[in-house]
Nanobody, 122 residues
Framework: VQLQASGGGLVQAGGSLRLSCAATGRAISRYAMGWFRQSPGKEREFVSLINWSGGYIDYADSVKGRFTISRDNGKNTAYLQMNSLNTEDTAVYYC????????????????WGLGALVTVSS
C-alpha cells in the first residue's frame, strides 16, 4: 500500500484545512487508518484513527472537538478535517494504515505516507 497525504498548507489561526490520504496498490477497506504529526524538535504524536468500518474513532485530547477523521473505502481515501486551527497544530502530518488499530494507536503501522506540512500563522 502506498499512501499519499495532501491538503496541507498555510492557514491563519482559527482557520480550517482538510487533509486527504489516498491509498494505492491495495484496497484499504480492512485497514485502520490514522493520522500522526510531528513538529520541529518534537517526537511524532498520535492525532486520530478510524477503524476499517468507521465504527470506531479515537482522537488525541489536543484535537478533540476540532478535528474530524473520516474515510471513504470506495475511494480508498481517509480524511482529516481540521477546524479552529492554532499555532500548536503546525506540524508535518502523516497518514498511516495497518490492520490492528491498537498497534496503530501506539504508533506502530505497516504503512506510512509521506507527510503533508500544515503551517498555522498567528
Amino acid at each position: 500500500v502506498q499512501l499519499q497525504a495532501s491538503g496541507g498548507g498555510l492557514v491563519q489561526a482559527g482557520g480550517s484545512l482538510r487533509l486527504s490520504c489516498a491509498a494505492t496498490g491495495r484496497a484499504i477497506s480492512r485497514y485502520a487508518m490514522g493520522w500522526f504529526r510531528q513538529s520541529p524538535g518534537k517526537e511524532r504524536e498520535f492525532v486520530s484513527l478510524i477503524n476499517w468500518s468507521g465504527g470506531y474513532i479515537d482522537y488525541a485530547d489536543s484535537v478533540k472537538g476540532r478535528f474530524t477523521i473520516s474515510r471513504d473505502n470506495g475511494k480508498n481515501t481517509a480524511y482529516l478535517q481540521m477546524n479552529s486551527l492554532n499555532t500548536e497544530d503546525t506540524a508535518v502530518y502523516y497518514c498511516a494504515a495497518t490492520i490492528n488499530r491498537e498497534f496503530l494507536r501506539r504508533g506502530h503501522s505497516e504503512f506510512w505516507g509521506l507527510g503533508a506540512l500544515v503551517t498555522v500563522s498567528s
